[in-house]
Nanobody, 119 residues
């Protein structure tokens, strides 16, 4: 099937930066949208940013101007550059991708990576 493997989470001080990566592998015919969601304790999962296979991006208002989403279609990988991090960015970040395998398109999720912003 399809696997999404995330990396790059960790502990960072307020104002710092982190870069998350998510690589898709498996029986992939094509990947459409890719993106990142996050879920903080006691809160619902929310969209952080998404990118189409043509490179069009969409960001949550809370991260505009601080986060940048990009993808490498040749590597089936999406990157989230997070700058000027704030304590309220603390959450588990989940990668997702809309993947076509043969005739079916399904949404796949990564296992999640913890981002903690604290002094």
């Amino acid at each position: 099937q399809v696997q999404l493997v995330e990396s790059g989470g960790g502990l960072v001080q307020p104002g710092g930066s982190l870069r998350l990566s998510c690589a898709a592998s498996g029986s992939i015919f094509s990947i459409y949208a890719m993106g990142w969601y996050r879920q903080a304790p006691g809160k619902q999962r929310e969209l952080v940013a998404a990118i189409t296979n043509g490179g069009m991006t969409n960001y949550a208002d809370s991260v505009k101007g601080r986060f940048t989403l990009s993808r490498d279609n040749a590597k089936n990988t999406v990157y989230l550059q997070m700058n000027s991090l704030k304590p309220e960015d603390t959450a588990v970040y989940y990668c997702n991708a809309d993947v076509q395998t043969q005739l079916v398109v399904n949404r796949y999720w990564g296992q999640g990576t913890q981002v903690t912003v604290s002094s």
